[in-house]
């Protein structure tokens, strides 16, 4: 689209402003909290501490290319960790600081947020000194956290449903020295506490998940509310009350739990649910109920578009003012009450783990200029019935655009009455199709120059972006843009001191039509379009997804067959070295095959002996076999992702061990 400013009218001072205003375009001081940057080049930087050491994105995707690691790539920022991870904490202590309340804040780390290796293990390793703990809800996450060694008096929360199963491992996680929570969901797991209960002598702490009246906001509302699919009713926490009392096993249930939803994008709602837990504590603590922690869940919510709002996508708060609202409503309400307040606990997975990870891509720009002079319409080869769009062309403008727009629609249309009745030839329709595009981006430049928000000019300017044939799939890498319609802030990681003049869209490889990105971060609205550059010819176009650190890994799905990406993690030293690291390659096609239930090693066998076949009978060379052979098992062990046969120097690509 041609909105573009010409340049040799531009004075060098102009030039410089507008070359700075780039990184504005994409809102990166608005939800980039420091961590997100532009260099001098142009580059998208990320800074792993907030300061000044900063890792240039295009530098580290140029040298994993030479080492044969190709994009799509999933980068890794540990640091990032480590700083969210203290973050978190710090608002907690400043909260306990400024209210004066008499107890300590001990956080949990949710797996199913991202249970990858590096995730977890690194946010243990930064969470020791903090006594940052483990959430499970399910036994395999129980089975992970159990070899994982955070501080000893960290908590491993037992969450979700559980069968006897389940239980017993909460059992022999407390008998390995775990500081563990069963966190009752039903009343059932009542009973089958007390039957781990008789086979050990030593028990673990227990929980009860409340069902609160107050409901979350944004997407995850209904995880909260009456009629919630989890946690206890008020009628079935007293009987799990009395259950344990007439046991003996009253004086294990130790927190009171509750989480009304992920990313509650409204603080008000976090008072209120934070509100009517504090009092269910108070009275349960009344009640004699030997309660010591209160668990306020997740729910802290994340500022994908920087605007700060209580949008889907935006909250209006930050976690200092989660902080403050958590313990200044618990503490006022124990002291209204008159009870001991509680040790304060959060799980809140989505905030630590979501800036620590980016997704790289490169996108191709199905739009050719070149192709595109080839067919131009000559005016001197007269065809009569393209004349009066030609003509369209040359005579609208600003004034008389809206009219000459619609004659285009309604030559359009005859034109294509003429092709069906057999009177133009296919490069005739080739003519008219590139006149009609040109009638329509001249109108669109004139609509948006007089702000002309009409249907028309509002439709237009949606079918007149540009497909960027992005090298990934959304069902794999980013299930949330599919499913909820989450935004992400995506912008290029270099050329960010050229101004952008396409409004593009991003489409996948998949052959899904809704295998594309076509909604995008703004501070003030939601944008069906993303300033992108014209991709050079010969040139790698990258995109930089941000913020896809959390849910996104573990919800992504094979749609396809395109498998897990390349990863690597980046880590920035004292002297402000860049240190690349963990590079680990992501599925090849033979280790796709497997999770659909194909043995590759099979589906070879059964190729060479058809290949065999056809030699004996003499429909194949002996050379074309084994070169069809060779080249099959080459692909199979390849990326199932494009190949971006410019840049690839060693034959073959790393291998994971
Ligand atoms: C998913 C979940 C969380 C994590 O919520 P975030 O909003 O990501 O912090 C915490 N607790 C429970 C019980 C959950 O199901």
Not at 136 to 145: C, D, F, Q, R, T
Not at 226 to 247: P, V
Not at 328 to 341: F, K, Q, W
Not at 349 to 359: K, M
Request: include cysteine; glycine fraction near 8%; proline fraction near 5%.
């Amino acid at each position: 689209m041609n909105v573009q400013i010409p340049r040799g009218d531009m004075t060098p001072s102009l030039e410089t402003a507008l070359r700075r205003s780039v990184p504005r375009i994409y809102g990166i001081d608005n939800w980039g909290v420091g961590y997100f940057g532009v260099n001098s080049r142009g580059h998208l930087v990320v800074k792993p501490d907030r300061g000044e050491r900063e890792i240039d994105l295009l530098e580290v995707v140029q040298e994993l290319e030479k080492r044969g690691m190709q994009s799509p790539l999933l980068l890794r920022f540990p640091q990032i960790l480590d700083q969210q991870v203290a973050n978190l904490k710090g608002a907690f202590d400043r909260a306990i600081q400024e209210f004066d309340y008499p107890k300590t804040y001990q956080g949990v780390y949710p797996m199913k947020v991202n249970p990858r290796r590096e995730v977890v293990e690194r946010l243990v390793t930064a969470g020791r000194p903090h006594k940052l703990g483990l959430e499970v809800g399910s036994k395999p996450e129980l089975y992970l956290a159990l070899t994982q060694e955070p501080h000893p008096d960290s908590l491993l929360i037992c969450n979700g449903f559980k069968d006897d199963e389940f239980m017993e491992m909460a059992f022999w996680a407390h008998q390995l020295g775990r500081r563990v929570v069963i966190v009752l969901e039903q009343v059932k797991e009542v009973y089958s506490y007390m039957r781990a209960a008789e086979r050990n002598e030593e028990r673990p702490l227990l929980g009860m998940r409340g069902k609160l009246y107050t409901r979350g906001s944004g997407k995850w509302e209904d995880s909260g509310g009456e009629t919630s699919k989890f946690g206890l009713s008020t009628i079935e926490m007293l009987e799990c009350i009395r259950l344990l009392r007439e046991e003996g096993y009253e004086d294990n249930l130790a927190m009171l739990h509750f989480h009304i939803g992920s990313q509650i994008t409204d603080i008000r709602k976090i008072k209120a649910a934070v509100r009517e837990a504090s009092r269910v504590y108070a009275k349960m603590k009344s009640l004699g109920v030997p309660i010591q922690f209160l668990n306020v869940g997740g729910g802290l919510g994340i500022d994908y578009d920087g605007s700060g709002s209580s949008s889907d996508s935006s909250v209006n708060y930050t976690a200092q003012e989660f902080a403050n609202d958590v313990v200044y409503t618990v503490g006022d309400i124990c002291r209204n009450e008159e009870v001991e307040p509680p040790i304060l606990v959060s799980e809140s997975g989505r905030a630590l783990s979501v800036y620590h990870s980016i997704l790289i891509l490169s996108a191709e720009s199905r739009f050719d200029p070149n192709l595109e002079a080839r067919y131009e319409f000559d005016p001197k080869k007269k065809s009569p019935a393209l004349a009066e769009m030609h003509d369209i062309l040359e005579e609208i403008n600003v004034k008389n655009y809206r009219e000459y727009y619609h004659d285009a629609l309604q030559r359009r249309d005859e034109l294509f009455s003429l092709f069906d009745l057999g009177y133009l030839g296919l490069a005739e329709r080739a003519q008219a199709e590139l006149l009609f595009q040109e009638v329509c981006e001249k109108a669109l430049h004139f609509a948006m120059l007089t702000k002309n928000r009409s249907e028309d000019f509002v439709l237009l300017a949606k079918a007149l972006r540009k497909k960027y044939v992005s090298n990934f799939s959304v069902f794999q890498s980013l299930p949330d843009s599919w499913t909820i319609g989450q935004l992400f802030p995506i912008l290029p990681i270099h050329r960010l001191d050229e101004p952008p003049t396409e409004y593009g869209i991003l489409a996948d490889l998949s052959c899904d039509s809704d295998g594309k990105v076509d909604s995008f971060v703004d501070i003030k609205t939601i944008k069906d379009f993303v300033e992108l550059h014209a991709v050079l010819p010969g040139e790698p176009y990258y995109l930089a997804i941000c913020m896809v650190g959390a849910y996104q890994e573990v919800m992504g799905s094979f749609h396809n067959l395109f498998g897990r990406v390349n990863e690597a993690q980046l880590l920035v030293d004292d002297d402000g070295k860049v240190r690349i690291e963990g590079l680990h390659a992501g599925h090849r096609i033979r280790d796709v095959v497997h999770l659909v239930g194909y043995d590759a090693d099979q589906l070879r066998s059964r190729l060479q002996a058809r290949i065999e076949a056809q030699v004996e009978a003499g429909e194949l060379l002996r050379e074309d076999a084994d070169l069809i052979l060779s080249g099959v098992d080459k692909c199979a062990a390849r990326s199932t992702y494009l190949r971006d046969h410019r840049n690839i120097p060693q034959e073959e690509e790393p291998q994971n061990p």
